[in-house]
């Protein structure tokens, strides 16, 4: 999926004139999933107890 998202973002950044590092992008993006392993975020914290969100307020 993230292989997915980061071409589908390198796409809309080429047409409209933006140079992506790629691959750059891929590594980091995989960085970060690795270190945040086991986290949740607060959005999914709210979610799954049954209160609102930022997004919903």
Same mark, same amino acid.
């Given at each position: ?8 973002? =390198? ?7 933006? %140079? @992506? ?5 891929? #590594? ?8 945040? =392993? ?7 914290? %709210? @979610? ?5 969100? #930022?997004?919903?307020?």
């Amino acid at each position: 999926m993230e292989t997915h998202i980061v071409l589908i973002t =390198d796409e809309v950044a080429r047409r409209i004139g933006i %140079d @992506l590092a790629t691959e750059e992008l891929m #590594e980091q993006l995989l960085l970060v999933s690795r270190s945040s =392993d086991g986290q949740v975020i607060s959005t999914l914290q %709210d @979610l799954n107890s049954g209160k609102e969100t #930022e997004i919903t307020t």
